[in-house]
């Protein structure tokens, strides 16, 4: 399938005219074509064999005449509009720029697993400066305008079409013989190397990792005024909000990390559909930890790994379940956006998380490679993530696939410990209709040495005991911190918080630590210790994650995790 467009956009009306050939291959016998167009004008369509057209809402139906479009056959329209964009096309005094809904400013399919190649040539006055998808053929005057040609040939989601265009300054900077082009308004050169000083790292990282040098020599971040938050084909959208963040702290870089791995995983790697477009969301959400894992140490990417916890803690809270992260039935993108969209960010790179700690740390990076290059400017899917991961790890993953990506997640675990004559004992109870099977990690502590078990639970109350010489003064459970849940321990003294806080060996194991005692029943009658402990921990522990979880505008007591 490909697109070949020509966009003039009125920049003072902002109104777009339009003209787009669509050429295509039928799937099947052919009588409608479906396209999307959404709040389009005064709408045309030609082509060999067009028997009708009809404009209903956002939808465009073609009707071919019976029997002309067989199967696998070639064949192509042309369609001619006028459209003024709600949600697709932002205007701003200096500069536009194209948004996610493309079928706000163009005529495209809507389904995203039909992947094409887009040649735009795009009428805009004179004197902007402009980039679009692809290759950037020629800038040719006509009177006083210009129309720039550009010319994406790899296949790539019609969400990833688009282009900005304004008063831009330009910086260039290559890196491993591909050309990062910056486009910015009010920044500064010096400004611009700082916000995007780390790019070197993450595309040999991403390179590196994927197995895959990016196919197009060319890509351009465009710094935007308004908050925007957007990947297209070779280009990305960043907001100047972000950008300041960077600028302040090169570890705020996310969005800039996130934008620039779409490049490989969402735009040359894409999903089939919304029930996969986890896929896409999940593992660049991922990605972002692991490169600041790479760049800033491994405190960075806890604190990621805790944040998207955290959100999920919440999600439970106010839904009483998470929905699957991968549906397994075809659903729409308003469906996607109102009930799978928050899971697929934060479940979705939580469990590529989960996954490294299944399979270990090269089968792994292994699975990450297999996936890149069995999809590489293809479409993918969950069943062919698990196959990659498969391959590398050399056994099914099939059971871990259907626990933690398929199955809505419900469960709720308490655990109630005590230690007498020389064992300890945990009991946990899952207080969900059906028992799930886990598997985690717990450790004790008797002040001088760390005991590790492996937990795995089968029923919906199981007891696992453990052989102590004396009473232990720290108990932990998951401390890998794979489970995407908190475990609740039930009737435990201020004094067994306390000392699980204390004897607290990472900043994650800290982390919770500190919120079960902030959530606990005894931290209000113990506040004044509470104070003391947070303070502690403060001095102890100056990761970013610990010093705003003990920051003093923070309740000493009952926060919501």
């Not at 509009?81 to 948004?99: A, N």
């Not at 909000?241 to 996310?254: F, G, I, Q, T, V």
Request: aromatic share 14%; hydrophobic share 35%.
């Amino acid at each position: 399938m490909s697109y070949h467009a020509k966009i003039h956009p009125d920049i003072y009306k902002k109104r777009v005219k339009g003209d787009v050939l669509i050429r295509f291959q039928a799937k099947q016998p052919l009588k409608r074509l479906t396209l999307k167009a959404r709040g389009h004008q005064e709408i045309s369509v030609v082509g060999k064999h067009v028997r009708h057209y009809e404009h209903l809402g956002e939808l465009l139906y073609i009707d071919f005449e019976p029997g002309m479009i067989a199967q696998e056959q070639f064949s192509s329209i042309r369609v001619h509009y006028k459209t003024k964009p709600k949600y697709g096309l932002k205007y701003d005094s200096r500069h536009m720029y194209t948004r996610y809904h493309t079928e706000d400013w163009m005529v495209i399919h809507p389904d995203i697993g039909d992947k094409a190649a887009f040649d735009l040539k795009l009428t805009l006055p004179k004197g902007l400066e402009v980039v679009g998808n692809g290759k950037h053929i020629s800038t040719t005057v006509d009177g006083n305008q210009e129309v720039h040609h550009w010319r994406e040939k790899r296949p790539r989601p019609t969400f990833t079409f688009g282009f900005a265009a304004g008063y831009f300054q330009e910086s260039i900077r290559r890196i491993d013989g591909v050309a990062f082009h910056y486009f910015y308004i009010r920044e500064n050169r010096y400004d611009i190397e700082k916000i995007f000083a780390d790019v070197d790292a993450m595309y040999r990282f991403f390179k590196k990792i994927s197995g895959k040098p990016l196919s197009e020599k060319r890509y351009t971040f465009v710094l935007t005024d308004a908050n925007s938050k957007q990947e297209a084909s070779g280009f990305s959208l960043i907001g100047r909000r972000y950008a300041n963040a960077a600028l302040k702290d090169p570890r705020e870089s996310w969005l800039i990390v996130h934008e620039l791995a779409h490049e490989w995983w969402g735009n040359s790697i894409s999903a089939t559909d919304f029930s996969n477009f986890w896929l896409n969301e999940g593992l660049v959400q991922f990605m972002v930890a692991a490169f600041k894992e790479q760049q800033y140490g491994r405190d960075e990417y806890d604190r990621e790994m805790i944040l998207f916890k955290r959100a999920m803690i919440q999600m439970q809270e106010d839904q009483r379940a998470l929905p699957p992260v991968d549906p397994k039935k075809p659903i729409d993108f308003v469906t996607f956006k109102e009930q799978y969209r928050s899971l697929a960010y934060t479940k979705g790179a939580y469990f590529f998380h989960m996954l490294r700690d299944e399979v270990g740390e090269t089968a792994f990076w292994q699975g990450i490679k297999n996936y890149s290059q069995m999809f590489w400017e293809g479409n993918a899917t969950t069943a062919g993530l698990q196959n990659a991961f498969e391959q590398a790890v050399g056994r099914k993953l099939t059971q871990f696939f259907i626990d933690w990506i398929y199955t809505p997640q419900d469960i709720r675990l308490t655990v109630k410990t005590n230690y007498r004559q020389g064992v300890f004992t945990a009991t946990f109870e899952q207080s969900q209709k059906t028992a799930r099977p886990l598997s985690f990690w717990m450790s004790l502590s008797d002040g001088r040495k760390r005991y590790h078990s492996k937990i795995e639970l089968t029923q919906k109350q199981q007891a696992v005991s453990v052989k102590l010489a004396k009473a232990p003064m720290g108990v932990w459970f998951d401390t890998h911190h794979t489970l995407p849940l908190v475990i609740q321990q039930e009737s435990v003294s201020f004094e067994q918080l306390s000392f699980n806080l204390k004897l607290a060996e990472s900043t994650t194991d800290r982390y919770w630590a500190l919120e079960a005692i902030r959530n606990s029943r005894e931290c209000r009658a113990n506040r004044l210790d509470m104070t003391r402990l947070i303070a502690d921990a403060r001095r102890k522990d100056k990761s970013r994650i610990m010093q705003w979880a003990t920051a003093s505008k923070k309740s000493v007591c009952q926060i919501r995790m």
